[in-house]
Nanobody, 130 residues
Framework: QAQLAESGGGLVQAGDSLRLSCLAS????????VGWSRQTPGTERELVAG????????YYRQSVKGRFTISKNSAENAVYLHINSLKPEDTGTYHC???????????????????????WGQGTQVTVSS
């Protein structure tokens, strides 16, 4: 059974950096587009970054451009989200989502209510204190 497992979250201070990991099992990340979705209680889930199956094309939400970097390592079958200069508004649960459609479709579908792609991880919590 294919699974996505996130890790790397924690309690950090504003200005710190983190690297979140999404480790895939039972599927190859070279066959799916992968995104990172952020959920904060009381707010809508939002897609913050995505990467094509090829690793060439990427997507970033406007509010995180310049601070978030998504990457993948095919040998490790993992996708990473590097976050620099963390802000309190970055607080939330970060979920990894994979879609067998191209990245542009993942980005479109991420606007749907409760979109979870073809594969969805349980998430890792990031809390940023000011």
């Amino acid at each position: 059974q294919a699974q996505l497992a996130e890790s790397g979250g924690g309690l950090v201070q504003a200005g710190d950096s983190l690297r979140l990991s999404c480790l895939a099992s039972g599927l190859s990340i070279d066959t799916v587009a992968v995104g990172w979705s952020r959920q904060t209680p009381g707010t809508e889930r939002e897609l913050v970054a995505g990467i094509e199956d090829s690793g060439i094309g990427t997507y970033y939400r406007q509010s995180v451009k310049g601070r978030f970097t998504i990457s993948k390592n095919s040998a490790e079958n993992a996708v990473y989200l590097h976050i620099n200069s963390l802000k309190p508004e970055d607080t939330g649960t970060y979920h990894c989502v994979a879609d067998q459609n191209p990245l542009y479709r993942l980005v479109q579908r991420a606007k749907e209510l409760d979109y979870r792609g073809d594969y969805w991880g349980q998430g890792t919590q990031v809390t940023v204190s000011s």
